[in-house]
């Protein structure tokens, strides 16, 4: 829910070519908090997701891939790290803290910045963390915010419910707070692409 608006904000700024990785259905129940269509339903996120997005800017590419990150054969996650060795930048949206430290070792080893990126509980706040090689991890933003050194960002009461038609857990909130967060993190990626004007991010 924050990795296809991210995705389509990506498309409508222009960039080239897109991997789109996501093993997840699309359900009817998740339109409040996505940007497909209901019309989607039953197909894979990934797959709807792009073509999507090449009806909004049919030139630029995006592959999608029904894959699990961190699961699966080795084939799966070596494709992965190939991808990520010829990427710009590599955004994580999955909100699993195993898979941002997998995809922060991976784009740290091939130079690549990695943007990990969430809403908080209710949807009242989120988080962008920009990862470059040699710089701080997803566990020294938790350190950092447990020594008060950055604050936390607002968040709702936590909840026992897992959203109806998600297989697994995902954040309780509207999706308006999720295209937010897409700009911002669009916003940053772009400022990260090498070769580009735009003005970098001075955080990480």
């Known amino acids: 829910s924050v990795g296809a608006p991210v ?6 700024a222009g960039v080239g070519h897109l991997d789109l990785y996501d093993d997840d259905l699309y359900d009817v129940n998740n339109a409040v908090r996505h940007v497909l269509p209901v019309t ?4 894979p996120k990934a797959t709807a997701t792009a073509e999507l997005c090449s009806r909004i800017n ?8 029904q894959i699990t990150i961190g699961s699966g054969p080795a084939e799966a996650i070596n494709e992965v790290i190939g991808r990520i060795r010829g990427a710009a930048v590599v955004i994580d949206t999955t909100g699993v803290p195993s898979v941002s430290r997998l995809l922060q070792r991976c784009a740290a080893s091939a ?3 990695l943007i990990t990126a969430g809403l908080t509980a209710s949807a009242y706040g989120g988080e ?3 990862s470059r090689p040699g710089g701080p991890c997803h566990d020294c933003l938790a350190l950092a915010q447990r020594d008060g050194t950055v604050p936390v960002p607002l968040t709702g ?5 897992t959203p109806v038609a998600c297989s697994h857990p ?26 580009l004007s735009y003005p970098r991010c001075s955080f990480d």
């Not at 989607?40 to 197909?43: D, H, N, V």
């Open 111 to 113: 130079n690549v910045p």
């Open 128 to 130: 962008i963390l920009v």
């Open 157 to 161: 009461a936590p909840s026992n419910v």
């Open 7 to 12: 995705t389509v904000e990506l498309i409508r």
């Open 170 to 195: 995902a954040f309780i909130g509207a999706g308006f707070e999720a295209t937010e967060l897409a700009a911002v993190i669009t916003r940053t990626a772009m400022g990260l692409i090498p070769g």
């Open 40 to 43: 989607a339903a039953g197909l």
């Open 58 to 65: 049919p030139f630029v590419t995006v592959a999608p891939h």
